[in-house]
């Protein structure tokens, strides 16, 4: 397909896409597809991703449209330049199809944290996407673009994916630059990649992936590769089970889905060993002091003079024009996260709070160096404790929100690479397993990831 | 270890520099009482003075050479202002040096 016959269809898939009332799109025009098209033609057709439409998750910045992060406080903001992931996959001939929908700030686990509004999950529209990019996320289980950047702090791909039955990517820390993405937990946030298959996501990965001198946080590595190193089975792997990660509780649909895969793997040839990662249970509580730290630290710019936003008709000075700024410009959730970050960073807590987390951080990653020591390969868990809830189900209830995230943000705190497969379906709802790899060690991860895409179907019911 | 009411809410939100309406309060405080109260559980954790601290990335921040090349902007910087002509930015002249 030539790509005006690309940007034509996307965006008829797109305006199919809003008028079903997904809500999965925040900015996107048929003239700004037409554009891109242009663009390409401008390039070689045999670049890696030459003539592929992906969303972008509207916290990653890109010069041609606004740049919200679903905030209000952020509502018609254009950044002046574009993020470097975004730019590496255009210059490798991906065309940027849309902004997609988050929660604000990307705050949230279900996308109804959204100030424009909740996205619907694509096989059940009382249902929610994950979040938070759950737009990202919706657009691809729906069949509009084949692969869409969000944003990793705490497991806001991996769940997603998880949810809407599509593969899920998050690198290590620092193996894809973060310039131009918002800034939320300084030392969690990863961006991340969805793709219809392993394939998608580890080509758009592979060419976001290396160092770039514009983030000093980004990695002094070699990009990663395009194409997952090739196997046929699974022989000589060893795959670790974490006990945690099987409570007696564990939805019966997610259970069957895991069952399955684990007997998958053992007949690909690995070796399936049980290990223990006995901080797990702590994960969530120090997510919910680290990150909400960082982010009350990140969001102070957001002041009614730099960006967007401005209120102040009850504001006597220019204090009250911050205080009314921001309290009318974030949503609930935003302001609930800013609030616990500052007071546990406050004077007389912080060492009780923000000290004490940073130890359990600490050891919540000394668990995973020592099960990958101890010999494991990759470990297997499932990516979520239950299939997609209903919308409306946790919004009165941040902390039931919070554990949604169970199984994911112990792994962002550790810093390290994980995926999320889609492995079966549960009453109609996908299942996802997530791999976890040792820092770097993505390929391996993402060819294991490809053997069994192949052999599980997807989209089969488990039980 | 702590207890939160509206009092420690308003100090918080002070600092925070977030205008919170009094009739959101008492949602937002038991709210609040429930994550500290869930983030507390760390307490339960015994000191880990011997485990080296997590360091997120690279352990020391790459420096890059002392050296000034352009920043690559999406826009030309002639574009972000009303005027700019060879490489400088138009102002309005001020009245008063014209007089002078």
Known sequence: MIPRDVAR??????????????????????????????????????????????????????????????????????????????ARLRDAGAMVACKANLDEFAMGSSTENSAFG???HPLDPARVPGGSSGGSAALVAAGVVPA?????????????????????????????????????????????????????????????????????????????????THRSDLAGLRIGLPREYFPA?????????????????????????????????????????????????????YDGVRYGLRRMSHADDVQGMYRQTRGEGFGPEVRRRILVGTYVLSAGYYDAYYGKAQQVRALLARDFDRAFAGGVDLLLTPTTPTPAFKAGDKVSDPVAMY????????????????????????????????????????????????????????????R | MSSIGPTEVRHVAALSALEVPEADLPQLVAQLQRIVAMVEQLNEVPSAGDVPPFVAGPAAAALRDDRIAPEPLAHPLGQTAPGFAEGFFAVPRHTAMEES
């Open chain 1, 9 to 86: 269809e996307t965006g008829r898939r797109l305006a199919e896409a809003d008028a079903k009332g997904l809500n999965a799109t925040l900015h996107w025009s048929q003239a700004l597809l037409d554009r891109e098209a242009e663009r390409l033609e401008t390039l070689q057709a045999n670049l890696p991703l030459y003539g592929l439409p992906v969303a972008v998750k509207d916290n990653i910045v890109t010069a041609e449209q606004p740049t919200t992060c679903a905030s209000r406080i952020l509502e018609g903001y254009v950044s002046p330049y574009t993020a470097t992931a975004v």
């Open chain 1, 118 to 120: 909740r996205v619907q």
């Open chain 1, 148 to 228: 869409a950047l969000g944003s990793e702090t705490g497991g806001s791909v991996r769940q997603p994916a998880a949810f809407c039955g599509i593969v899920g990517v998050k690198p290590t820390y620092g193996r894809v630059s973060r310039y131009g993405l918002v800034a939320f937990g300084s030392s969690l946030d990863c961006i991340s990649v969805f793709g219809r298959t392993v394939a998608d996501a580890a080509k758009v990965l592979g060419v976001m992936s290396g160092h770039d001198p514009l983030d000093a946080t980004s990695a002094r590595r070699p990009a990663l590769p395009l194409t997952p």
């Open chain 1, 249 to 301: 509780d564990l939805d019966a649909g997610i259970r069957a889905g895991l069952d399955r895969t684990i007997a998958v793997v053992k007949a690909l040839g690995a070796e399936v060993v049980e290990v223990s990662l006995p901080h797990t249970k702590y994960a969530v509580p120090t997510y919910y002091i680290i990150a909400p730290a960082e982010a009350a630290s990140n969001l102070a710019r």
């Open chain 1, 403 to 462: 554990y949604s995230d169970i199984f994911v943000c112990g792994i962002s705190l550790a810093g390290l690479p994980a995926l999320s497969l889609p492995v079966g379906r549960s009453e109609g709802l996908p299942v996802g397993a997530q791999l976890i790899a040792p820092a770097f060690e993505e390929d391996r991860m993402l060819s294991v990831a490809q053997v069994l895409e192949r052999t599980l179907d997807g989209a089969a019911e488990v």
